[in-house]
């Protein structure tokens, strides 16, 4: 079936580094994706949302890249620190009234 | 703080025990969802509701799990007769508006099964 995933379950960056997260998605049909970070214990934290028609969305720090052509998304964390160390998941809307799909999430690791 | 918000936030019981658990969501918020999350996977989508309205479940929802949300405000989840397998993190999320739009999570329930 189609799903969303990611091409690395696990990532260490230096701090103060930049970080890219992937993540590839199958459903054709998605046009609207969020971003989430969630540390121990804790609920998903939304981070940043992109829609279809646009490839590119910045924020305090994060980038979101959407590649429709080949399904693909990124999240960009500029000067990585180590707060922002957690699991970060993908998510796609395909509309509406579907509900929002979570890929498996990675995790990444800030090295002080 | 008035993001959501979910009680207990642990809960260990004996297999065939009935539990449930309750979420508060954001106050404006229409849309209340819940998501079920084991160790080292994305949350998994259980069901959601519109107002007071059930909209949909999942496929893979057994009989034994049920929400309600009577007054549009808070919701219930309660699970029958557990299982080890439904060992998990239960989130609760909510939106406001008509889809597409962000869901903001509350902390969840974490259910040990013995």
């Known amino acids: 079936g189609e799903s969303v995933g990611l091409h690395l379950p696990t990532l260490s960056v230096q701090e103060g580094d930049n970080s890219i997260i992937n993540c590839a998605y199958s459903?054709?049909?998605?046009?609207?994706f969020i971003w989430y970070k969630q540390e121990s214990g804790k609920g998903p934290q939304f981070i940043i949302d992109?829609?279809?028609?646009?490839d590119k969305r910045q924020g305090q720090r994060v980038t979101v890249l959407l590649n429709k052509t080949v399904k693909h998304l990124s999240l960009q964390i500029a000067a990585t620190q180590p707060g922002d160390s957690a699991v970060y998941f993908c998510?796609?809307?395909?509309?509406?009234?579907?509900?929002?799909?979570f890929g498996k999430g990675t995790r990444l690791s800030v090295i002080a | 703080d008035t993001g959501v918000s979910q009680d207990p936030r642990h809960k260990i019981t004996k297999r065939g025990q009935n539990v449930t658990f309750r979420c508060d969501p954001i106050?404006?918020?229409?849309?209340l969802y819940w998501y079920r999350q084991t160790l080292g996977q994305g949350p998994e989508f259980l069901t959601y509701?519109?107002?007071?309205?059930?909209?949909?479940k999942s496929r893979l929802l057994s009989d034994r799990f049920s929400a309600e949300r009577p007054k549009g405000s808070f919701s219930t989840l309660e699970i029958q007769r557990t299982e080890q397998g439904d060992s998990a993190m239960y989130l609760c999320?909510?939106?406001f508006g008509q889809g597409y739009e962000k869901l903001f999570f509350g902390s969840g329930t974490q259910l040990s099964v013995l």
């Open positions: 106050s404006e918020h229409n849309r």
């Open positions: 509701f519109q107002n007071e309205a059930q909209l949909e």
């Open positions: 999320a909510s939106s």
């Open positions: 992109i829609r279809s028609n646009m």
């Open positions: 459903n054709s049909a998605s046009d609207y």
């Open positions: 998510a796609e809307f395909s509309s509406g009234n579907t509900p929002l799909v």
